[in-house]
């Protein structure tokens, strides 16, 4: 399983021209799956997404996770994270989970975080599965970090 993180002062996901999602403050979180994963690797990637101190502290420094600054964390899941690009021009996709797994440990990843996480009323957000959605976020910092569970 592979996430690619980003910290943003906003973000929010449109499906057609309908906004689906919403969040100021926090992280959005780009989730790729791979046929290997499973519901080991969505607590292990859960844990990491919750307690990844990214944020400043009252001296500047990246001291905070998104749950001491009581930010909101988006979801999309992007299968093309999973993709091989070590050969040709194309990507390859036979890299990534089957629909059907990739769409069940999306939705484990989005009700696991919810679960742990005690922030704010509609602090856990995600984009629709297997949709073409549109995605607008402000990076903030730039910040961007690119989590791997083990294998």
């Not at 943003?8 to 309908?18: G, K, Y």
């Not at 905070?64 to 992007?78: F, P, R």
């Amino acid at each position: 399983m592979r996430a690619l993180l980003q910290r943003v002062s906003q973000a929010s996901v449109a499906v057609d021209t309908e906004t689906i999602a919403r969040i100021e403050q926090g992280l959005v979180v780009f989730l790729g799956i791979f046929p290997a994963d499973d519901r080991a690797k969505v607590d292990y990637l859960v844990d990491k997404v919750l307690g990844l101190r990214v944020f400043a502290d009252a001296a500047g420094l990246m001291n905070l996770s998104v749950q001491d600054v009581a930010g909101a964390v988006l979801v999309v899941s992007q299968f093309t994270l999973a993709a091989d690009t070590r050969r040709g021009r194309r990507p390859g996709f036979s890299s990534a989970a089957p629909p059907e797994q990739a769409q069940l440990l999306y939705e484990q990843f989005l009700s696991t975080l919810s679960a742990r996480y005690s922030g704010r009323h509609g602090a856990v957000q995600g984009g629709r599965f297997g949709a073409d959605m549109k995605v607008a976020l402000v990076n903030d910092g730039p910040v961007t970090f690119l989590l791997e569970t083990p294998a």
